[in-house]
């Protein structure tokens, strides 16, 4: 797909998401006739309509514009947003929320492990290690047992 005007790569967006004009616009909150004609040329983009696709789908401006550097934000950069735009209290709140979330206790594992880790660690060996803390952490006494086990007999021979 040609990508040569901010219309094109706007359209390109919207493509990747898989989205259709009238889905994206309501998305961002304007109207489908005006999400028209940006993707024709017709009409410029407002900073605010960059920043309301930044906000909404992580897309980078700078990219929009000028068709340089990556479509989509870094995390980082996405991460620094959110906590300049509600500030440390509220971001640090919703972020613990995240990760005491079940459905996200393995980048909790992750940020666990990474605490303690120094240098590198084997994707394969970080994958295990996550496994086993997501378990444990799960509670089940059969499995903490399991696990008990298991790592003491290798600690007894490795004596």
């Known amino acids: 797909m040609k990508n040569t005007t ?14 259709t004009q009238l889905a994206f616009s309501e998305e961002i909150g304007m ?7 940006i993707e024709k040329n017709q009409i410029a983009m407002t900073k605010a309509f960059l920043k309301a696709l930044k906000l909404r789908f992580s897309c980078n401006p700078h990219w929009i514009e000028t068709g340089k550097g ?5 995390p980082e950069e996405y991460i620094a947003d959110g906590i300049k735009y509600l500030g440390i209290p509220k971001y640090g709140e919703g972020l613990l ?8 206790a393995e980048l909790r594992s992750m ?16 994958s295990y290690l996550c496994y086993i803390l997501n378990k444990w952490q799960q509670g089940d006494e059969d ?17």
């Open 6 to 19: 901010p219309g094109d790569r706007l359209r390109q967006l919207r493509k990747h998401l898989n989205l």
């Open 97 to 104: 929320k995240v990760l005491n979330d079940p459905q996200f």
């Open 31 to 37: 109207t489908h006739g005006n999400l028209s004609k």
């Open 70 to 74: 990556e479509m989509f934000i870094s």
């Open 143 to 159: 499995i903490r047992g399991w696990l008990k086990i298991q790592l003491d007999s290798q600690k007894r021979g490795s004596e």
């Open 111 to 126: 940020i666990m492990i990474g605490e303690k880790a120094t240098g590198e660690i084997d994707p394969e060996l970080m």
